[in-house]
């Protein structure tokens, strides 16, 4: 384990290295505060016009709020998706890109593992993903909070699925950086990430046109990647009373959000599934010819 720590170590200075935290950073800090002042804007507005209607406020959590609402909540989905893009294009060449550029070979000549290398593969890059979703996500809602006085009613349950989500995709990555060159990866992991996204598009229009079958593809979808099914499920944690109503009423027409919590199996699923395919990837790689 302390090799394995030890090579989580190299990752992260390798990730400061490359300028790729320095980047995130300024990349991150431009998107909030665009975002941000976005959110402003808006409150700036929806005050005026309480003004002008004879109103001497309005509820955060009640439907004069919608907008600002569903800013927290489209921002909160650009978290997890920006926390996606980053799981997998920071950790797509983790071990490939080493092996065909010969960095490889000098490190398992030394007294270190291969299962060692990818579990500190791992642990390296999901700590750099890890953090910067989080104090993104904090960022974010705390801005808004910040500006208008809006929470959502569990901001740490969705933020923790978001985060499993993270965890999960960067353990896919790694299994296929063992079984593929870094282009090949790339691309099978984004496909996979498809696969969740059309799950919930399929439940979404399944439900609306009241056809079991789409909603029973939609649900394979979610089982074989569930991605999207954590986000949809952090969604529902994300929205106050009112427009979980809403989403009922409507049965679920938007694909986006979800008026259900997240079934307890599919989390056990996702926590499964990133220890299957790290244990899956030490084992692969263990046995590989380079």
């Known amino acids: 384990m302390r090799n394995a720590l030890l090579i989580a170590e190299l990752s992260l200075r390798e990730a400061f290295s490359k300028r790729l935290v320095s980047v995130l950073v300024v990349l991150s800090v431009l998107f909030i505060g665009f975002f941000l002042y976005g959110v402003l804007r808006l409150e700036q507005t929806l005050d005026q016009r309480a003004i002008d209607a004879g109103l001497e406020g309005r509820s955060s959590t009640g439907a004069g709020n919608i907008p600002v ?6 921002g909160m989905y650009l978290v997890y998706f920006l926390g996606s893009l980053m799981a997998v294009l920071s950790t797509v060449g983790s071990v490939s890109a080493d092996i065909e550029n010969g960095v490889m070979q000098s490190v398992i000549a030394r007294p270190v593992s291969r299962a060692q290398v990818v579990l500190g593969r791992f642990l390296g890059f999901s700590t750099v993903n890890v953090v910067y979703v989080a104090l993104l996500g904090a960022a974010l809602l705390g801005g808004v909070y910040a500006i208008t006085g809006y929470l959502p009613p569990a901001p740490a349950t969705a933020l923790a699925l978001i985060l499993l989500a993270v965890l999960m995709l960067t353990a896919l990555t790694v299994l296929g950086s063992t079984l593929f060159t870094t282009l090949a990866n790339g691309i099978g992991v984004f496909v ?9 598009i399929l439940s979404a229009i399944g439900k609306l046109a009241d056809t079991p079958t789409l909603v029973t593809l939609g649900k394979v979808a979610n089982a074989l990647m569930p991605s999207n099914a954590l986000w949809l499920g952090a969604s529902y944690h994300l929205q106050p009373p009112f427009m979980l109503q809403v989403g009922d009423m409507t049965r679920g027409a938007n694909p986006f959000t979800s008026s259900t919590p997240i079934a307890a199996g599919l989390i056990v699923w996702a926590v499964a599934l990133t220890v299957l395919a790290v244990s899956a990837a030490m084992w692969r790689f263990s046995r590989r010819d380079l």
């Open 69 to 74: 609402i569903s800013s927290a909540l489209f």
């Open 192 to 200: 996979l990430y498809g696969v969740g996204f059309t799950g919930g």
